[in-house]
């Protein structure tokens, strides 16, 4: 199938974990990541939910009490596969990074060892584990915190804390939430984390939810900063280009440039707003050196919360609110009008779409920049600006939002290609450097 998009929850949790977990000792690793489709994929409105719809409490400023060093590389073709070692002894699992959403959730599935040991998107086995547990349903986690937001828990018949998430597609993720360590080394390993033990999801691939909300993997293991470099996507069949993945450090932030994220006091609550979302204060758009008639006011979030920008590597595409949106189009109707396919809507949000050649195509439209604060700009080249949504069609890879019911930007990972992605959590902001992210160290 060939949808667009990757995010997965329609709720998330903005819960404390409710329990004291041991500090961390500055550690360094190296680990792969990739990306690749997801089967079956999710329609549009699964990615982009996972805080809108759930987190009505501010999270408060994050403070990371440690930080980890952890290099890893990943696969790159709509989604971020990171491989991490859970469990003690470790298990290899695949999970989606993604940071548009907080719970993160392994498949989890009780099975006979076996020798050899499985593949490493083999299922996660709980009874082989010894830092496993699950939790109970007396645990703060499966309460709400508030009376106008209830968590999609329920009490099972083993009195231990169930969760249910829905797909926009009507498939269903769910399971227990437990606690489980992810075991680096054999001397350097997270405290207990709350997870989900999915039993039956859409893809056997898990989430390793990135926001800021308290129960994400950063906040709970405090990840003082952590970084990505997506790859430039392949159309080579059978080949999965590979990018980078850091915990902790990155030895290429010396020439990053960094937008500072914007924050939101914890009274100020906006009912079109995710105060759980990576924010930025995004501030025009160019193509092909000409910038756009757009306020920098459609950007930024109004008094409801609409125009809140996100950066969001679990969205396929970039998605833009109604002005913006018309605008951008008018352009590349002004550009390469004729060449346009008639009538042709992707997945609902999408209709600047192509039949004709992409790197044609994409000259006559050029660069795309998004502009941010102190020059700081994320640059689409020319060559791109269209993505292959198949069977002979490339898409200019932005969407309308409103066709999603939200009222937000939200930047994608097809708009965040060649180029590091660092979010500096102890000093929240974001950080950008151009790289060759097949190359990148």
Not at 161 to 182: I, M, P, Q, W
Not at 258 to 277: E, G, H, I
Request: proline share 7%; aromatic share 10%; charged share 15%.
């Amino acid at each position: 199938m060939a949808l667009l998009f990757t995010c997965f929850f329609l709720l998330c949790f903005s819960l404390s974990a409710g329990e004291k977990t041991q500090n961390a000792t500055h550690v360094s690793f190296s680990f792969p990541l990739s990306s690749r489709r997801l089967s079956p994929r999710p329609t549009p409105a699964t990615n982009l939910y996972p805080s809108f719809v759930s987190s009505l409490k501010q999270n408060p400023r994050i403070r990371p009490s440690s930080s980890y060093n952890f290099r890893s590389t990943f696969k790159y073709s709509m989604a971020l596969i990171v491989s991490l070692p859970i469990g003690t002894p470790p298990q290899t699992q695949q999970m989606v990074l993604d940071t548009g959403s907080q719970l993160s959730w392994i498949q989890c599935h009780n099975k006979v060892a076996k020798k050899p040991r499985p593949p490493p998107t083999a299922a996660f086995d709980p009874s082989l584990s010894s830092s496993f547990s699950v939790l109970p349903c007396t645990h703060p986690a499966c309460k709400p915190r508030i009376p106008d937001f209830t968590l999609p828990t329920t009490c099972d018949q083993n009195r231990l804390c169930h969760y249910s998430y829905f797909y926009a597609d009507g498939t269903l993720a769910e399971g227990n939430l437990v606690r489980e360590k992810f075991t680096f080394s054999n001397s350097q390993s997270t405290p207990p984390l709350i997870l989900g033990c999915a039993e039956d999801s859409a893809d056997g691939r898990g989430i390793l939810g990135m926001n800021l909300g308290r129960l994400s993997f950063a906040s709970q293991a405090k990840i003082s900063k952590f970084s990505y470099c997506v790859p430039t996507r392949s159309v080579r069949p059978g080949y999965t280009p590979s990018g980078s993945f850091y915990l902790g450090e990155n030895p290429n932030s010396s020439g990053f440039r960094y937008v500072n994220l914007l924050t939101f006091p914890q009274s100020q609550r906006m009912p079109n707003m995710d105060p759980l979302a990576y924010t930025l204060p995004m501030q025009g758009i160019r193509i092909g050196g000409k910038r756009l008639n757009i306020s920098a006011a459609v950007f930024r979030p109004d008094a409801g919360g609409s125009g809140q920008t996100l950066m969001d590597s679990g969205s396929e595409f970039t998605y833009l609110v109604d002005e913006a949106y018309d605008k951008v189009r008018a352009e590349v109707v002004r550009l390469v009008g004729p060449k346009l396919k008639k009538g042709y809507v992707y997945s609902g949000v999408a209709d600047m779409c192509f039949d004709g050649n992409a790197m044609d195509i994409g000259r006559l439209i050029g660069d795309m920049v998004m502009e941010f604060e102190r020059g700081t700009e994320i640059v689409i080249q020319k060559e791109n600006v269209l993505a292959d949504v198949g069977d002979g069609v490339h898409c200019v890879g932005i969407g309308r939002s409103g066709m999603l019911g939200i009222a937000s930007n939200i930047i994608g990972n097809v708009h965040q290609q060649n180029l590091w992605v660092e979010y500096d959590l102890a000093n929240r902001r974001i950080g950008f450097g151009k790289a060759d992210c097949s190359k990148a160290v």
